[in-house]
Protein backbone atom coordinates (compact mmCIF):
# COMPACT_ATOMS: atom_id res chain seq x y z
CA UNK A 1 0.00 0.00 0.00
CA UNK A 2 1.57 3.54 -0.66
CA UNK A 3 1.14 5.31 1.74
CA UNK A 4 1.66 9.13 -0.23
CA UNK A 5 -0.21 10.98 1.56
CA UNK A 6 0.96 10.16 4.86
CA UNK A 7 -2.99 10.11 6.52
CA UNK A 8 -2.79 6.96 8.55
CA UNK A 9 -4.97 7.18 11.41
CA UNK A 10 -6.48 11.00 10.57
CA UNK A 11 -9.99 11.82 9.51
CA UNK A 12 -10.63 13.37 6.45
CA UNK A 13 -14.26 14.57 5.93
CA UNK A 14 -15.40 14.72 2.37
CA UNK A 15 -18.27 16.30 1.09
CA UNK A 16 -20.12 15.20 -2.66
CA UNK A 17 -18.94 12.01 -1.41
CA UNK A 18 -20.96 9.89 -3.75
CA UNK A 19 -19.58 11.69 -6.81
CA UNK A 20 -17.12 10.78 -9.16
CA UNK A 21 -14.54 12.86 -7.69
CA UNK A 22 -15.58 12.03 -4.11
CA UNK A 23 -16.00 8.31 -4.39
CA UNK A 24 -11.92 8.76 -5.52
CA UNK A 25 -10.84 11.07 -3.10
CA UNK A 26 -12.67 8.23 0.04
CA UNK A 27 -11.25 5.49 -1.86
CA UNK A 28 -7.25 7.68 -1.86
CA UNK A 29 -7.95 8.96 1.81
CA UNK A 30 -8.78 5.21 2.36
CA UNK A 31 -6.26 3.81 1.08
CA UNK A 32 -3.50 5.53 2.73
CA UNK A 33 -4.93 4.96 6.45
CA UNK A 34 -7.24 7.73 6.96
CA UNK A 35 -10.88 7.26 8.43
CA UNK A 36 -13.45 9.06 6.21
CA UNK A 37 -16.52 10.63 7.00
CA UNK A 38 -18.80 10.77 3.59
CA UNK A 39 -20.81 13.51 3.55
CA UNK A 40 -24.05 13.55 0.20
CA UNK A 41 -27.64 13.98 0.15
CA UNK A 42 -28.61 10.40 0.15
CA UNK A 43 -28.79 9.27 3.39
CA UNK A 44 -29.08 5.70 2.03
CA UNK A 45 -26.37 5.47 -0.30
CA UNK A 46 -24.06 7.45 1.49
CA UNK A 47 -24.40 4.61 4.22
CA UNK A 48 -24.00 1.56 2.11
CA UNK A 49 -20.60 3.53 0.65
CA UNK A 50 -19.00 4.44 4.06
CA UNK A 51 -19.67 0.29 4.92
CA UNK A 52 -18.34 -0.75 1.71
CA UNK A 53 -15.09 1.42 2.29
CA UNK A 54 -14.95 0.26 5.86
CA UNK A 55 -14.69 -3.35 4.69
CA UNK A 56 -12.46 -2.71 1.58
CA UNK A 57 -9.70 -0.90 3.43
CA UNK A 58 -9.84 -1.72 7.14
CA UNK A 59 -10.67 1.78 8.39
CA UNK A 60 -13.46 3.44 9.90
CA UNK A 61 -15.56 5.31 7.75
CA UNK A 62 -18.99 7.34 9.10
CA UNK A 63 -21.87 9.24 6.77
CA UNK A 64 -23.95 11.50 7.08
CA UNK A 65 -26.23 13.97 5.09
Known sequence: MSNWLKLEGDVCAVTGALGGMGVEICREF??????VVLLDLDEEKVKAAAADLAAEFGIHAEATR
Open 30 to 35: ARNGAN
